[in-house]
Protein backbone atom coordinates (compact mmCIF):
# COMPACT_ATOMS: atom_id res chain seq x y z
CA UNK A 1 0.00 0.00 0.00
CA UNK A 2 2.62 2.34 1.06
CA UNK A 3 4.89 1.88 -2.22
CA UNK A 4 1.72 2.00 -4.66
CA UNK A 5 0.81 5.63 -3.40
CA UNK A 6 4.91 6.52 -3.44
CA UNK A 7 4.66 5.20 -6.94
CA UNK A 8 1.42 7.14 -7.65
CA UNK A 9 3.13 10.50 -5.59
CA UNK A 10 6.18 9.90 -8.14
CA UNK A 11 4.12 9.89 -11.43
CA UNK A 12 2.19 12.77 -10.57
CA UNK A 13 5.42 14.63 -9.50
CA UNK A 14 6.80 13.51 -13.13
CA UNK A 15 3.50 14.52 -14.98
CA UNK A 16 3.19 10.35 -16.22
CA UNK A 17 -0.58 11.75 -15.75
CA UNK A 18 -1.65 14.83 -17.26
CA UNK A 19 -3.62 17.02 -15.48
CA UNK A 20 -6.80 17.70 -16.60
CA UNK A 21 -9.02 20.86 -15.23
CA UNK A 22 -12.60 21.72 -15.54
CA UNK A 23 -13.43 25.20 -16.60
CA UNK A 24 -16.33 27.07 -16.35
CA UNK A 25 -17.27 29.81 -17.90
CA UNK A 26 -20.84 31.54 -17.69
CA UNK A 27 -21.43 35.93 -18.10
CA UNK A 28 -20.05 36.72 -14.68
CA UNK A 29 -17.44 34.45 -13.95
CA UNK A 30 -14.81 31.76 -14.68
CA UNK A 31 -13.86 28.71 -12.76
CA UNK A 32 -11.36 26.06 -12.44
CA UNK A 33 -12.08 23.01 -10.93
CA UNK A 34 -9.05 20.34 -10.78
CA UNK A 35 -8.06 17.42 -8.25
CA UNK A 36 -5.28 17.67 -6.00
CA UNK A 37 -4.09 14.05 -5.37
CA UNK A 38 -7.68 13.19 -3.78
CA UNK A 39 -8.84 16.51 -2.91
CA UNK A 40 -11.38 18.65 -5.35
CA UNK A 41 -9.84 21.99 -5.78
CA UNK A 42 -11.87 24.88 -6.97
CA UNK A 43 -10.10 27.96 -7.84
CA UNK A 44 -12.82 31.26 -9.30
CA UNK A 45 -12.41 34.74 -10.79
CA UNK A 46 -15.44 37.31 -11.23
CA UNK A 47 -15.90 38.57 -14.45
CA UNK A 48 -16.19 42.41 -15.30
CA UNK A 49 -19.67 43.11 -16.68
CA UNK A 50 -20.10 43.75 -20.59
CA UNK A 51 -17.18 41.19 -21.19
CA UNK A 52 -19.11 37.88 -21.82
CA UNK A 53 -22.86 37.84 -22.25
CA UNK A 54 -24.85 35.18 -23.19
CA UNK A 55 -22.52 32.95 -25.06
CA UNK A 56 -20.64 35.58 -26.81
CA UNK A 57 -17.45 37.71 -26.41
CA UNK A 58 -18.09 41.00 -26.08
CA UNK A 59 -14.46 42.55 -25.86
CA UNK A 60 -11.92 39.62 -27.24
CA UNK A 61 -9.05 41.85 -25.97
CA UNK A 62 -10.24 42.27 -22.31
CA UNK A 63 -11.61 38.67 -22.40
CA UNK A 64 -8.26 37.40 -23.36
CA UNK A 65 -6.18 39.82 -20.60
CA UNK A 66 -8.57 38.38 -17.83
CA UNK A 67 -7.95 34.46 -19.23
CA UNK A 68 -4.10 35.26 -19.08
CA UNK A 69 -4.08 36.55 -15.64
CA UNK A 70 -6.51 33.89 -14.36
CA UNK A 71 -4.68 31.35 -15.98
CA UNK A 72 -1.16 32.75 -14.36
CA UNK A 73 -2.84 32.68 -11.43
CA UNK A 74 -3.91 29.12 -11.23
CA UNK A 75 -0.77 27.78 -12.77
CA UNK A 76 1.22 28.92 -9.74
CA UNK A 77 -1.70 27.07 -7.95
CA UNK A 78 -1.71 23.71 -9.70
CA UNK A 79 1.72 23.44 -10.57
CA UNK A 80 1.54 23.85 -14.46
CA UNK A 81 4.18 25.73 -16.66
CA UNK A 82 2.73 25.21 -20.12
CA UNK A 83 -0.94 25.16 -21.25
CA UNK A 84 -3.73 24.04 -18.94
CA UNK A 85 -5.86 21.19 -20.52
CA UNK A 86 -9.38 21.54 -19.64
CA UNK A 87 -12.43 20.39 -20.42
CA UNK A 88 -14.63 23.55 -20.73
CA UNK A 89 -18.23 23.86 -19.24
CA UNK A 90 -20.48 26.54 -20.88
CA UNK A 91 -22.82 27.91 -18.35
CA UNK A 92 -24.49 30.82 -19.61
CA UNK A 93 -24.78 29.85 -23.43
CA UNK A 94 -27.93 28.52 -25.18
CA UNK A 95 -26.91 25.32 -26.30
CA UNK A 96 -30.00 23.00 -27.74
CA UNK A 97 -30.15 19.77 -26.33
CA UNK A 98 -32.86 16.47 -27.55
CA UNK A 99 -33.66 13.74 -25.97
CA UNK A 100 -34.24 11.04 -28.39
CA UNK A 101 -34.59 7.17 -28.14
CA UNK A 102 -33.18 4.31 -30.15
CA UNK A 103 -33.90 0.65 -30.43
CA UNK A 104 -31.28 -1.51 -28.92
CA UNK A 105 -28.54 -1.55 -31.57
CA UNK A 106 -24.59 -2.12 -31.11
CA UNK A 107 -21.73 -0.85 -33.05
CA UNK A 108 -21.71 0.59 -36.37
CA UNK A 109 -25.53 0.58 -37.03
CA UNK A 110 -26.00 2.49 -33.87
CA UNK A 111 -23.23 5.19 -34.82
CA UNK A 112 -25.92 5.37 -37.93
CA UNK A 113 -28.77 5.48 -36.16
CA UNK A 114 -27.17 8.16 -33.94
CA UNK A 115 -26.06 10.15 -37.00
CA UNK A 116 -29.57 10.46 -38.81
CA UNK A 117 -31.30 11.70 -35.46
CA UNK A 118 -28.58 14.11 -34.97
CA UNK A 119 -29.18 15.42 -38.42
CA UNK A 120 -33.20 15.70 -37.93
CA UNK A 121 -33.00 17.12 -34.08
CA UNK A 122 -30.19 19.92 -35.29
CA UNK A 123 -31.66 23.24 -34.66
CA UNK A 124 -29.86 24.73 -38.07
CA UNK A 125 -27.77 23.34 -40.49
CA UNK A 126 -25.05 20.78 -39.93
CA UNK A 127 -22.17 23.16 -41.11
CA UNK A 128 -23.31 25.77 -38.81
CA UNK A 129 -23.02 23.78 -35.52
CA UNK A 130 -21.16 21.26 -33.36
CA UNK A 131 -22.87 18.78 -32.17
CA UNK A 132 -22.37 15.98 -29.71
CA UNK A 133 -23.91 13.08 -27.94
CA UNK A 134 -24.22 10.86 -25.07
CA UNK A 135 -25.90 7.58 -23.94
CA UNK A 136 -28.04 8.14 -20.53
CA UNK A 137 -30.15 5.31 -20.57
CA UNK A 138 -30.16 1.57 -21.64
CA UNK A 139 -33.56 -0.45 -20.93
CA UNK A 140 -33.03 -4.34 -21.59
CA UNK A 141 -36.39 -4.86 -21.06
CA UNK A 142 -37.80 -2.82 -23.10
CA UNK A 143 -34.60 -2.72 -25.60
CA UNK A 144 -34.35 0.78 -25.57
CA UNK A 145 -31.42 3.06 -25.65
CA UNK A 146 -31.99 6.86 -24.35
CA UNK A 147 -29.57 9.50 -25.96
CA UNK A 148 -29.03 13.06 -25.12
CA UNK A 149 -27.66 15.09 -28.27
CA UNK A 150 -26.47 18.85 -27.70
CA UNK A 151 -25.97 21.68 -30.73
CA UNK A 152 -23.75 24.77 -30.03
CA UNK A 153 -22.83 27.44 -32.72
CA UNK A 154 -19.59 26.95 -35.04
CA UNK A 155 -18.71 30.53 -35.17
CA UNK A 156 -19.03 30.33 -30.92
CA UNK A 157 -16.71 27.20 -30.58
CA UNK A 158 -14.35 29.05 -33.08
CA UNK A 159 -13.59 31.94 -31.42
CA UNK A 160 -13.90 30.59 -28.01
CA UNK A 161 -11.45 27.65 -29.04
CA UNK A 162 -9.23 30.64 -30.61
CA UNK A 163 -9.47 32.85 -27.62
CA UNK A 164 -8.75 30.24 -25.05
CA UNK A 165 -5.81 29.10 -26.82
CA UNK A 166 -4.19 32.01 -27.17
CA UNK A 167 -4.43 32.31 -23.48
CA UNK A 168 -2.77 29.13 -23.13
CA UNK A 169 -5.65 26.54 -22.08
CA UNK A 170 -5.26 23.79 -24.34
CA UNK A 171 -8.82 22.12 -24.81
CA UNK A 172 -9.63 18.62 -25.14
CA UNK A 173 -13.60 19.55 -25.26
CA UNK A 174 -16.26 21.85 -24.69
CA UNK A 175 -19.82 20.49 -23.12
CA UNK A 176 -22.61 21.80 -21.44
CA UNK A 177 -23.99 21.86 -18.06
CA UNK A 178 -26.17 19.14 -18.91
CA UNK A 179 -23.69 17.05 -20.88
CA UNK A 180 -21.25 17.48 -17.89
CA UNK A 181 -23.83 15.94 -15.12
CA UNK A 182 -24.74 13.44 -17.27
CA UNK A 183 -21.58 12.24 -17.42
CA UNK A 184 -20.71 12.35 -13.42
CA UNK A 185 -23.83 10.96 -12.90
CA UNK A 186 -22.90 7.57 -15.42
CA UNK A 187 -19.49 7.48 -13.41
CA UNK A 188 -20.81 7.58 -10.03
CA UNK A 189 -23.81 5.50 -10.76
CA UNK A 190 -21.47 2.19 -11.64
CA UNK A 191 -22.72 -0.78 -9.27
CA UNK A 192 -25.39 1.27 -7.87
CA UNK A 193 -28.61 -0.85 -7.60
CA UNK A 194 -32.02 0.78 -8.01
CA UNK A 195 -33.92 -2.25 -6.41
CA UNK A 196 -31.57 -2.33 -2.98
Same mark, same amino acid.
Given at each position: ?????????????? /?? #?????????????????????? /???? @????????? *???????? /????????? =?? =????? @?????????????????????? !?? *????????? #??? #?? @?????????????? !?????? !?????????? #????????????? @???????????????????? /?? *??????????????????
Amino acid at each position: MFLNNFFKKILIFL /RA #KPLIAGLEISDSALRLAYFHGE /RLEL @VSFRLPPGI *FQAGKIKD /RKEFVLILK =KF =KDQTS @VKIGVRGKINVVVCLSSVNIYT !QI *FSLPYLQGE #KFE #KA @VDLNLKMVSPEKSE !QTYSGW !QVIAEDKNTL #KIEVLSAFLSRAL @VDELTDVLSEARFFILAIES /RS *FALARLIRKLAIGFDSLR
